[in-house]
Each structure stands twice: as C-alpha cells, then as structure tokens.
C-alpha cells in the first residue's frame, strides 16, 4: 500500500549530550531496544534510528549518542551545528555532571547563534535517591534560565525514558513553527516596507511623485549654465521639490521632450540623456552667441 505524503513521518536529529557516566547510552538504548545495559562501556559516538508515533504523528528520530569524556569534546561544536533538539542528561547522583549541563547549554546556545533552542534538560538516575546531589528544584531553575523542558528519569526503571525523548521532539516541532511563523512576519513586513515607500510617490489626488534619488539637482546651477533663462533650461525641472504640484514649482514649466506634463517617471538614464541634450543645446547657443559676437566686431 502505498505511503500518503501526510503519513510519510519526519525526521528529527535528536542529539544526547552530558559528561561521561551519566546514564546518556543507557537511556539511548532503552528508548530504541528496550532493555537496560548494567554495564558502563565508555562511548565514543553511537547512532541509532526508531520510527514512533509522537502526538498522533509519526516521527522518525535519529539519535546520536554522543561522547562524554574530556578528549572528545572537540567533536561536541559538530554534534551541536547537526542536531534538531538535544537531550542534556546530568546525573542526580553527581553534582559536576550538573555543572557540565550548564557550561554544554551555553556552548549550545553560542554555537547556534540562537537565544534558545529544542532542549530537554534530563536529570537521570532518579532511582538513586540515597545518593542525590542535586535537588529537583535546582533541575527545574536551570531549565527555566535556558528556556528549556526539564524532568528526572531512570533508565534502569524506565522512568520518563521515553517522555524525554518524545518533549524532545515536541520541542523540535514548535521551534520550526515557531521559526516559520518568524520567517514568515518578516517576509511580509518586509513587502508591506516596499508598498509603503512606493505609495509615498503619489501626491494628493493620484500625483505620481519621482523616486527620490530624482528629485534633488544633479549639481549646483548657476546663471552661466542655462544662459541666463534661469529654470526653463536649467536644472529646475528636474526635480527641486519632490512633485510638479508643490508650492514655488512651475507645473507649466517644459520638460526635456517639449512637453508641459511630466513622464510617470523618469528613470536615471532619461535624467542622463535629458541632461546631456541640455548641455548640448547650450553649447550651440552659446557657440552662435560668440560667432554673432565676432561678426559684429568685424563689421564695425
């Protein structure tokens, strides 16, 4: 039977971190296998995949049970950039495997660049309660300053085994939702900035305004530049004041084509060749202008 797109289940990279000897490869085997290992065999790196259904949702989690020794924690920044959601496992029993869970939370957040994340923070070996170190409050104050889920486990019972590994996946779900809907507000704030700065070019009444990088002058204009006929042939028309319609603008006043009524908007290569067909037009005037000057001088 073939799979439906909504049954194909997502993945999540759920990464177990926490100093050596905590319980990390205990919970991570008795989540996926379903028994509990006696035996403490130091891990160097251990990956594991299970399909389950998660809030009526199916899920397919691979889980990688990370190292805990000092040598190894080099390869922690690597595990952190690619994991989802990450399990931080302290033992009850061990007051410096907790302190580790505060130093590894920051080092997440900072690789992450993020100011929180999916975090579950597991205080295991709850069943070991002749030889706890760290109290339940103390787990619950830690998860709160990282914004994190927080709840103590056993793995030899099976005590919120499975709970950890399924918030850690709720977590995961609401981050990407969270994340999308971010994405999302921004995308669209940012469209809604572009129509805005667009509808500041209309005047009152549906006047087209020009962008504004046209409708400065291009340079300072002096007499000599339009041959005395001031903002007819001058640098005037293009644009002193924002739109044809503002006060101390003449609206009648010629635009580059010969026309009184300006384009719907002029691009800068129009500015340019209006510009330099200006120029052009001076330059003959004033040519004309010395030549009339010379042949009067020589008749007289």
């Known amino acids: ?17 926490g100093a050596g000897g905590v319980g990390k490869s205990a919970l991570t085997i008795r989540f996926v296998r379903s028994y509990f290992i006696e035996e403490y065999d130091p891990t ?14 199916e899920a397919s989690l691979d889980v990688l049970d990370s190292a805990g020794q000092e040598e190894y924690s080099v390869m922690r920044e690597q595990y952190i950039r690619a994991g989802d ?33 999916p975090i579950v923070i597991v205080g295991n070996k709850c069943d070991l309660a002749d030889l706890r170190q760290v109290e339940t409050e103390e787990g619950r104050q830690l998860a709160t300053k990282f914004q994190a889920m927080f709840l103590e486990s056993s793995a ?17 779900r609401r981050y990407r939702v969270s994340a ?4 999302k507000k921004t995308s669209s704030s940012g469209a809604s900035g572009h129509g805005k700065g667009d ?13 504004t ?3 400065r002058p291009l340079r300072a204009k002096t007499k000599s530049d339009d041959g005395g006929h001031g903002s007819r042939f001058g640098l005037k028309w293009f644009g002193m004041g924002p739109n044809w319609t503002e006060p101390g603008h003449n ?18 290569k129009e500015v340019y060749y209006s510009e330099a067909r200006r120029r052009a037009s001076l330059s003959r005037r004033n040519a004309n202008h010395e030549d009339n000057h010379t042949n009067c001088c020589t008749i007289f």
């Open 156 to 172: 030899k019972t099976r005590t919120n085994v499975d709970e950890a590994f399924h918030e850690t996946v709720r977590q995961v």
């Open 251 to 268: 609206s009648a006043m010629p635009s580059p084509d010969g026309s009184s009524t300006p384009p719907s908007r002029l691009t800068a």
């Open 213 to 215: 990088a046209l409708t």
């Open 44 to 57: 160097i790196e251990d990956s594991y995949m299970k399909a389950c259904d998660i809030d009526g949702e």
């Open 180 to 183: 999308a809907a971010k994405a």
């Open 1 to 17: 039977m073939p799979v439906k797109p909504n049954q194909i289940p997502r993945e999540y990279k759920v990464v177990v971190l």
């Open 199 to 211: 509808s500041k070019r209309q005047g009152s009444g549906g006047t087209l305004r020009y962008p």
């Open 85 to 117: 959601g990450f399990l931080l496992v302290y033992s009850v029993s061990s007051r410096s495997s907790f302190d580790e869970v505060k130093l590894l939370a920051e080092q997440l957040l900072r690789v992450k660049d993020v100011a929180s994340a």
